[in-house]
């Protein structure tokens, strides 16, 4: 097994906004990255290097391999930042790049990824990981990073604290991204949706952001049901989501998660206004799914993931 106690040679599946400043900053820590993603943005890398602004400090990295198709070459680490309904694909693509030894890390939001990848790569070389940090593509080559919310995690599906996992949270958060290994990674995965059901769909419903849907009692009140339903639907189908309570979750995501963010706009959001499916079926979605799996209704949830699939149709206002 992988354990990154010198430069590794890493590989980003799904070079977008995520994925390039992972990238970008491992690069500029002296890290071999390949990043693989579309034109134009690909382009632009490869020809004149990776502009990194924002929260994170002014970076051109040049150092970088950008390409569009996966190389057959052995890699160490492949960090997985593609849109969960193209998991399945990345996963199987990302295979003939990893090393003996290596590991492929679930950088996405959702649920269903890290298992997904698990059953396509094996759960020995599947990490978890979890990011609460915002970041845009305001041009090709270029990102922003926007907003973080708490530190990156990673960590084994099984909950074990091995060498390979303090490892890489110790190489990111030497790269300069804030990073812990945490042995209850599944969790946090399950935090991080809810975060993101509560917030995700009513940002890009009425295209708003975070803290004006903190400021309406109208949309608070329709986050407080979302996550209402997504704490009965989680208590019956046997996930222990660390609280009592849906009250206990939304007290922290008012008064801790919410703020440093509230200036931000869901990616589900800059999703429709690119013209671009969005990720509802595996956040509210799951909601969804769970609760008709489990006999439980979930109207706000329902509502929400068809009026996102809507709007995916109509376009931003």
Request: hydrophobic share 40%; proline share 5%; glycine share 10%.
């Amino acid at each position: 097994m992988y354990t990154p106690e010198s430069d590794a040679r890493i590989a980003i599946m799904g070079a977008g906004a995520i994925g390039s400043v992972i990238g970008g900053m491992l690069a500029r820590a002296g890290h071999e990255v390949t990043l693989v993603g579309r034109n134009p943005h690909i382009r632009s890398i490869s020809e004149n290097g990776l502009y990194i602004a924002g929260i994170w400090g002014e970076h051109t990295v040049t150092n970088l391999n950008a390409v569009t198709s996966p190389p057959c070459e052995d890699h160490d680490i492949v960090f997985l930042t593609v849109k969960s309904y193209d998991t399945k694909t990345a996963a199987r693509a990302a295979l003939p790049m990893l090393g003996q030894g290596g590991v492929i890390i679930s950088m996405q939001n959702g649920l269903g990824n890290v298992e997904t990848l698990a059953e396509i790569a094996g759960r020995e070389r599947t990490v978890g990981g979890m990011g609460i940090f915002g970041a845009v593509v305001p041009e090709p080559g270029s990102v922003r990073v926007t907003v973080i919310a708490s530190d990156t995690l990673v960590g084994e599906i099984d909950g074990n604290c091995t060498p390979r996992v303090e490892g890489i949270a110790r190489m990111l958060a030497t790269a300069g991204i804030p990073t812990r290994a945490s042995e209850k990674i599944m969790l946090e995965i399950w935090h991080k949706a809810l975060y993101n059901i509560a917030l995700n769909p009513l940002s890009a419903i009425f295209e708003v952001t975070y803290g004006e849907i903190a400021d309406s009692p109208h949309t608070r009140w329709l986050a407080s049901e979302l996550i209402s339903e997504a704490f009965r639907v989680a208590e019956v189908a046997g996930i222990d989501l660390g609280m009592n309570s849906p009250d206990e979750y939304l007290q922290i995501l008012w008064s801790q998660l919410l703020p440093p963010t509230r200036d931000h706009r869901s990616s589900m959001l800059q999703d429709i206004v690119r013209g671009k499916l969005t990720e509802i079926d595996y956040i509210n979605g799951k909601v969804v799914e769970l609760g008709a799996e489990y006999g439980i209704e979930t109207p706000y949830n329902n509502a929400v993931v068809r009026m996102v699939k809507a709007k995916e149709v109509f376009g931003p206002t």
